[in-house]
């Protein structure tokens, strides 16, 4: 890999691809065609019809890479309203990518890229917490059916469960913290040593 001792990109799904299919071509066919063009296309592109993976990736990632351009224009626009003091994570990396005087600058493309990162980790981390607890719950019918309970009597007279009702709900706070107990999502064991006397 020519790239890997300057600054400049480089295409890990190609370099790796290239290595693999010049193996794969070696062992079945004995030598490699990895060079070579088939009716136009390059054999990376012949696989690649197979499955059609690439395109579909590179579709959903310029869907993404809109999406949070869109973001980010969005708290670039100096006539959004918001409330004094309100700061969010994005306006914190624009502020690194605005300062000239910061020895720590992003650049447009590394904000998204964070904002990717914490997005999906922000997402994955919840959605393996629910599914954890709906499934216990599920399968502990006499706590499904007091949740229930529980949460069709909180709102009183309101149509829905709010945001200032949920101190209230003392069992789901229970089965959160057991479902956190039990799944926690990143490791919290501290390490620890048997000492010997």
Known sequence: MSSQASLNKVNLDEKIFTMVEGIACQVVFGKS??????????????????????????????????????????????????????????????????????????????????????????????????VWAMSKVVKNRHVMQKQQAEIRNCPGKKAKVEVDDLGKLTDLKMVVKETLRLHPLVPLLIPHETINR
């Open 33 to 130: 065609y990895g060079g070579k063009n088939f009716k136009g296309q390059t054999f990376e592109d012949v696989i690649d019809g197979l499955s059609g993976l690439r395109r579909r990736l590179e579709k959903c990632s310029r869907n993404l890479d809109d999406y949070f351009e869109m973001v980010v224009d969005e708290h670039l626009d100096l006539t959004r309203k918001k409330s004094e003091g309100e700061e969010d994570f994005v306006d914190a990396l624009i502020g690194l990518w605005k300062d000239e005087g910061s020895a720590f600058r992003l650049t447009k493309d590394e904000i998204k890229a964070l904002l990717l990162n914490t997005f999906i980790g922000c997402i994955d981390t919840i959605l393996v917490a629910m």
